[in-house]
C-alpha cells in the first residue's frame, strides 16, 4: 500500500468504532482502556464519482478504485513517551505511517469511561500532543549525541545537522507541533532520516453522537486545529458505521433522506486524501483503473507504481484528461479536437489525467 493514515487519541474517543465503519474490518471494541494493542488495517476505496462516469464513456467494465490505506493504532496515555500503557510500542506504529487522524472525544456518555473523567477536546489533543512531543525530543536527543561524536572526529557535516536538530528541540520545548515550524531545504532533508512524529499532517476528528450537538467544543476544537494549519472535521461515529453496514443501495437512500450526497465517512477519506498532498489519474488501457500519487510526480515515476518494466523500457505517455472526455464524450472526439498529447518522462501527472503508457524492455 502506497499511502497510509494512522487512528490515533485517548482510549475509549471511538477510534475503533470508526475505524470499523470505514474499513469494515470487525476490530474489537470494549469499554476499557488499551482494548487496541496490536494495530488493524483496514484497506479503504477512495470515493471518486469520475471513475463510474470514465467507465460509461469509455465502456470499460467493472472499474478499479483506488484506495488508502488505515491504521487503528491503540489509545495512548499520558506517559506514553516514558512507556506508560505500552506507550513507546504504540508510538513506533505512529512513526511509520504518512498521517494522522487524531480522533477527539465529544461525545457525553456516561457509560463510556473518560480517561481523565471529563469531556474537554482541547485537553485531550494537549494530552497526546505532549507525548508526542516529548517522544520526538527524545528521538532527536539520541541524534545529538551521535552527531557530536561526529564533530569530535573531524566530520564536517554533522555541524550543520546538528544546528538543525537544536533548533527543532528548541521549537518542540516551547510545545510546538515540529509542523508550525519553517524549515528549508536542507533543514528538511535532515529531519526526514528522523521519523519524527510532530511534522506529520494530522486531520483532528471530532466523534459525536446524535442526541447532542457540542457547539462550544467543536468551535474550540476548530480555532485549535487551524492555529496548527491542521485539517478539522466532526462525524457521528457510531451512525457512520451503522451506514458502512447497509446495503449500498440501502445506503444512498439513507443518506438521501438525511439529505445528504455522501457520508461523513466518504469525506472523511477525501479530507485524508487531500491531507497528504495526494492526486487521482487514471489508466485504461486494457481495464480502466483509478491510481494514487503524490502531486507532482513525473511520468515515469507513475508508471514505475505500476510495474517496475513501465518505468525502466519509458517511451512516452500519451495523456487527455477527464474533463475533455466529459465535454467530447468519446476518446476519439477528444483527439479530433487536438487534446490527446504525448508527454515524456518529466511530464507532471495532473489531476484528472487519463494516461496509456507506451513502454519498451
Same mark, same amino acid.
Given at each position: 500500500m502506497g499511502f497510509n493514515c494512522g487512528i490515533i487519541g485517548l482510549p475509549n474517543v471511538g477510534k475503533s468504532t470508526i475505524f470499523n465503519a470505514l474499513s469494515g474490518a470487525g476490530a474489537h471494541m470494549a469499554n476499557y482502556p488499551f482494548c487496541t494493542i496490536e494495530p488493524n488495517k483496514g484497506i479503504v476505496p477512495v470515493p471518486d464519482k469520475r471513475l463510474q462516469e470514465i467507465a460509461q464513456l469509455l465502456h470499460r467494465q467493472n472499474p478499479i478504485q483506488t484506495r488508502i490505506e488505515f491504521i487503528d493504532v491503540a489509545g495512548l496515555v499520558k506517559g506514553a513517551s516514558k512507556g506508560e500503557g505500552l506507550g513507546n510500542k504504540f508510538l513506533g506504529h505512529i512513526r511509520s505511517v504518512d498521517a494522522l487522524v487524531h480522533v477527539v472525544r465529544c461525545f457525553f456518555n456516561e457509560d463510556v469511561v473518560h480517561v481523565s473523567g471529563e469531556v474537554d477536546p482541547v485537553s485531550d489533543v494537549e494530552v497526546i500532543n505532549t507525548e508526542l512531543i516529548l517522544a520526538d525530543i527524545e528521538v532527536l536527543e539520541r541524534a545529538r549525541e551521535k552527531l557530536l561524536k561526529l564533530i569530535r572526529s573531524g566530520d564536517k557535516e554533522a555541524k550543520h545537522s546538528i544546528e538543525t536538530i537544536e533548533r527543532i528541540i528548541a521549537h518542540l520545548n516551547q510545545g510546538q507541533m515540529l509542523k508550525t515550524l519553517e524549515l528549508d531545504r536542507e533543514e528538511e532533508a535532515v529531519v526526514a532520516e528522523l521519523g519524527l512524529i510532530t511534522n506529520k499532517p494530522v486531520l483532528y476528528l471530532a466523534n459525536i453522537d446524535e442526541k447532542n450537538s457540542p457547539e462550544k467544543e467543536l468551535a474550540a476544537l476548530s480555532d485549535y486545529a487551524a492555529g496548527e494549519n491542521s485539517e478539522f472535521m466532526y462525524i457521528i461515529g457510531n451512525l457512520e458505521e451503522e451506514i458502512s453496514e447497509l446495503p449500498d443501495e440501502e445506503?444512498?437512500?439513507?443518506?438521501?433522506?438525511?439529505?445528504?450526497?455522501?457520508?461523513?465517512? !466518504?469525506?472523511?477519506?477525501?479530507?485524508? #486524501?487531500?491531507?497528504?498532498?495526494?492526486?487521482? #489519474? #487514471? @489508466?485504461?488501457?486494457?481495464?480502466?483503473?483509478?491510481?494514487?500519487? /503524490?502531486? &507532482?510526480?513525473?511520468?515515469?515515476?507513475?508508471?514505475? /507504481?505500476?510495474?517496475? !518494466?513501465?518505468?525502466?523500457?519509458?517511451? =512516452?505517455?500519451?495523456?487527455?484528461? #477527464?474533463?475533455?472526455?466529459?465535454?467530447?464524450? @468519446? +476518446?476519439?472526439?477528444? /483527439? +479530433?479536437? &487536438?487534446?490527446?498529447?504525448?508527454?515524456?518522462?518529466?511530464?507532471?501527472? =495532473?489531476? &484528472?489525467?487519463?494516461?496509456?503508457?507506451?513502454?519498451?524492455?
Open positions: 445506503k444512498m437512500e439513507f443518506l438521501g433522506a438525511m439529505g445528504l450526497e455522501e457520508s461523513g465517512l !466518504d469525506r472523511l477519506i477525501s479530507k485524508a #486524501y487531500k491531507l497528504l498532498g495526494l492526486i487521482t #489519474y #487514471y @489508466t485504461a488501457a486494457t481495464e480502466l483503473q483509478a491510481w494514487t500519487l /503524490k502531486e &507532482g510526480t513525473h511520468a515515469h515515476v507513475a508508471a514505475g /507504481k505500476i510495474h517496475t !518494466d513501465f518505468e525502466r523500457g519509458f517511451i =512516452r505517455a500519451e495523456v487527455f484528461n #477527464y474533463n475533455d472526455l466529459v465535454q467530447y464524450k @468519446t +476518446e476519439h472526439a477528444v /483527439k +479530433e479536437h &487536438g487534446l490527446v498529447r504525448s508527454e515524456g518522462k518529466e511530464y507532471v501527472i =495532473r489531476e &484528472g489525467d487519463i494516461v496509456k503508457y507506451l513502454f519498451n524492455v
